[in-house]
C-alpha cells in the first residue's frame, strides 16, 4: 500500500544534542511538510517542500531544518533541540495542487532530556 | 489570515446516539475544509472535505458534515456512534488560491461511554 512512514517512531535525544528524524513516502506526491505537534494542541505547519521549493513558515525557529534529496525521503532537522521542542513531529505529503488531500504519516514523538 | 475554531475542546456521547462537533471558519471568502481524525499515539487520518462541490459531505466511518455559508459553519455529525470513534478530532482550513496549507483547529476529544 501506497504510504508515508516515519522513522523512528519514538526519538530520545539529549538537550543541545542535533537531531535528525525521516519520512519517506512511497505515493510519489511532489509535496512534503513537516508539521509539530505538542500535547494536546493542533498540528503546526513548520514548513513544506513542493518539489524542491522550501517554503519556511514564518514563526518557525531558526534551530528547524529541512532537507529533501530526493522526491521520497524528507528530514526535519532540529540543531540544538530545547526542552520546548518536544513534541510529535508529523511529516504529511500531497500532489500539491488546492484542495489535495494531506496524507499523514504516524509521527515521530521526541522526547528531549 | 483564515482560521477554524472549534467548540468544545471534549465532547462525550453514549454509544449509539448523535456525535455533534462543532467547527465555526473565518474567512471572506469561501475556503476549503477538512476534518481529520487522530487516534491515540498516531498521524492524522482524512474523514472529509468540502471543496465546493456539494454542501453537504459524506465521509468514512458514516461521519459527515454541512456547509454553511450563512453560519460560517461546517460542523461534523455522525448518527450514532460508535466506541471505535473515541479520538480526537481536528478541523483545518486551506485557503483558496492560496496553495495547500492546512491550519488546524484546535482539537475535539470526543468519548464514547456505554
Known amino acids: ?24 513516502q512511497t505515493l510519489n506526491h511532489n509535496v512534503m511538510y513537516w508539521y509539530q505537534q ?11 517542500y513542493y518539489d524542491k521549493d522550501f517554503n519556511n513558515e514564518a514563526d518557525t525557529p531558526d534551530n528547524f531544518q529541512s532537507r529533501r534529496p530526493n522526491t521520497s525521503f ?18 504529511a505529503t500531497s500532489q500539491g495542487q488546492e484542495q489535495e488531500t494531506q496524507y499523514f504519516g504516524p509521527g515521530t514523538r521526541l522526547l528531549v532530556l | 489570515a483564515q482560521s477554524v ?3 468544545g475542546s471534549h465532547v462525550s456521547v453514549s454509544e449509539g446516539a448523535l456525535v455533534l462537533l462543532r467547527c465555526n471558519y473565518s474567512s471572506s471568502v469561501p475556503p476549503y475544509l477538512f476534518w481529520y481524525v487522530q487516534y491515540p499515539n498516531q498521524g492524522l487520518q482524512l474523514l472529509l472535505k468540502y471543496t465546493s462541490a456539494a454542501t453537504l459531505v459524506k465521509g468514512i466511518n458514516g461521519f459527515e458534515a454541512e456547509f454553511k455559508k450563512s453560519e460560517t459553519s461546517f460542523h461534523l455529525t455522525k448518527p450514532s456512534a460508535h466506541m ?17 496549507k492546512l491550519t488546524f483547529g484546535t482539537g475535539t476529544q470526543l468519548k464514547v461511554e456505554l
Do not use: W
Not at chain 1, 504510504?3 to 528524524?21: A, C, D, E, H, S
Not at chain 1, 532540529?78 to 521542542?85: A, N, Q
Open chain 2, 84 to 100: 471505535s470513534d473515541a479520538a480526537e478530532y481536528f478541523c483545518a482550513v486551506s485557503p483558496t488560491g492560496g496553495g495547500n
Open chain 2, 5 to 7: 475554531t472549534q467548540l
Open chain 1, 38 to 48: 505538542k500535547s494536546s494542541q493542533a498540528p503546526k505547519l513548520l514548513f513544506h
Open chain 1, 1 to 24: 500500500d501506497a504510504m508515508v512512514i516515519q522513522n523512528p517512531r519514538y526519538q530520545v535525544t539529549q538537550f543541545g544534542k542535533p537531531v535528525t528524524l525521516s519520512c519517506s
Open chain 1, 74 to 91: 524528507c528530514f526535519l532537522d532540529i540543531r540544538s533541540p530545547g526542552l520546548g521542542d518536544a513534541a510529535m513531529y508529523l511529516c
